[in-house]
Every structure is written in structure tokens, then in C-alpha cells.
């Protein structure tokens, strides 16, 4: 499941960043900031009428990602099989 997917209030724990292509300086950023595999996260809020942008709480941080991004962190929901 893709991380854009996540409804508010969600937890899920990151699988894995997908590169758009080679090099992808936008999967690299996520990495870095911490959208790493394991690591837990909520949706802590999400645009007007569904857009952009998502608020993401990694541990005691909070981003704020365009749909687009979101879209390339592969999470997995607590509790799910």
C-alpha cells in the first residue's frame, strides 16, 4: 500500500522508498529524512477535499509531502497480516 493511500489518523510502518528512476534525489530525500524500512509513522492530517499535502509524523517530527511523494513510500498498516 502506498503512503498517499493512508486515510487521517492511520499508522503504518514504512516497507520501502520507490526511486521514479536512477539517482532519484526525491526517494534519496525521504530516505534521509527518515521514511526508512520499519520505521513507524501516522497521517496526521491530509489537504482540504483530499489534496495536497499530506502530514506525516515520523517519531517526534512532522513532514509535509505533496501526494506525488507520498505516492513512492511503500508502508504496511499495524496490524495488518
Do not use: C, W, Y
Not at 5 to 10: E, I, S
Not at 56 to 79: C, H, P
Amino acid at each position: 500500500m502506498r503512503l498517499s493511500d493512508l486515510p487521517k489518523g492511520a499508522t503504518a510502518v514504512v516497507d520501502r522508498v520507490d526511486d521514479a528512476h536512477a539517482s532519484d534525489p526525491i526517494a534519496q530525500r525521504l530516505r534521509d529524512l527518515g521514511f526508512v524500512a520499519g520505521e513507524p509513522l501516522r497521517v496526521v492530517a491530509i489537504g482540504p477535499m483530499g489534496a495536497d499535502p499530506l502530514l506525516i509524523q515520523i517519531g517526534s517530527t512532522r513532514f509535509a509531502l505533496r501526494r506525488n511523494e507520498a505516492a513512492r513510500v511503500k508502508v504496511r498498516q499495524e496490524g495488518a497480516a
